[in-house]
């Protein structure tokens, strides 16, 4: 399968400042990745669907502005919480598709805001 | 929009068959897709089904019908290392041309000796 990397896996960051977390395709290219944001014993919530090249798509209720999403190469999606407070504390996942459009997931990143 | 219904929790004994139940509702379904999840992991592909059928892989198996908008996820011989969650998820081009999955709600697999 498609092998995803991302980077970095934990990160505590203190109130107010921004936090960017970096989704890697490492064998094949992404025109698309997605991000995800899944709190503690809950499913996968869908934030924004990152489009090489151009704007991302984001869901409704997910704040564009707070949650900036880049897809500068056809291989690295970044997604940077801005301004982070304690709600957004949580653990963030970005995923490519594979060619039967099956999900290939980096790592994920948990995210503490203190 | 898409939704998905399986069982919030199973609790199976090792070595023995399970069967986790997927129902969904969607438009421009694509394929129905599986994942587990250990306590503080990321979501590992299992399998996936775009035709109806059964798709084995190892000591996994997934099943698909499409006319009842219906799949399931097949264990065989349990092993305590099986105990996780596990997300079914169907497929469908967004708006964009590209594929976006939805999620269900999970369901919390849990192997007994």
């Known amino acids: 399968g498609a092998v995803v990397s991302q980077h970095p896996s934990w990160v505590i960051c203190k109130s107010g400042t921004s936090v960017k977390i970096e989704c890697r395709s490492l064998d094949f290219q992404a025109t698309t990745m997605f991000w995800y944001r899944q709190f503690p014993k809950q499913s996968l919530m869908l934030m924004a669907t990152s489009n090489e090249g151009s704007k991302a798509t984001y869901e409704q209720g997910v704040e564009k502005d707070k949650f900036l999403i880049n897809h500068a190469s056809l291989t690295l999606s970044t997604l940077t919480v801005t301004s982070a407070h304690p709600e957004d504390s949580s653990f963030y996942i970005c995923?490519?598709?594979?060619?039967?459009?099956?999900?290939?997931f980096g790592q994920g990143t948990r995210l503490t805001v203190v | 929009g898409q939704s998905l219904e399986q069982p919030s929790e199973v609790t199976a004994v090792e070595g023995a068959i399970v069967q986790i139940n997927c129902t969904y509702q969607t438009s421009g379904f694509y394929g129905l897709s599986w994942y587990q999840q250990h306590d503080g992991g990321a979501p590992t592909f299992l399998s996936y089904?775009?035709?109806?059928g059964l798709e084995e892989t190892g000591r996994f198996s997934s099943f698909l019908s499409r006319s009842d908008s219906y799949g399931y996820l097949l264990l065989q011989e349990l092993q305590m290392k099986d105990s996780a969650s596990y997300f079914c998820a169907v497929s469908a081009r967004n708006g964009a041309g590209s594929y976006q999955l939805t999620f269900g709600k999970g369901t919390k697999l849990s192997v007994i000796p």
């Open positions: 089904n775009a035709l109806d």
């Open positions: 995923s490519a598709s594979g060619l039967r459009a099956e999900a290939f």
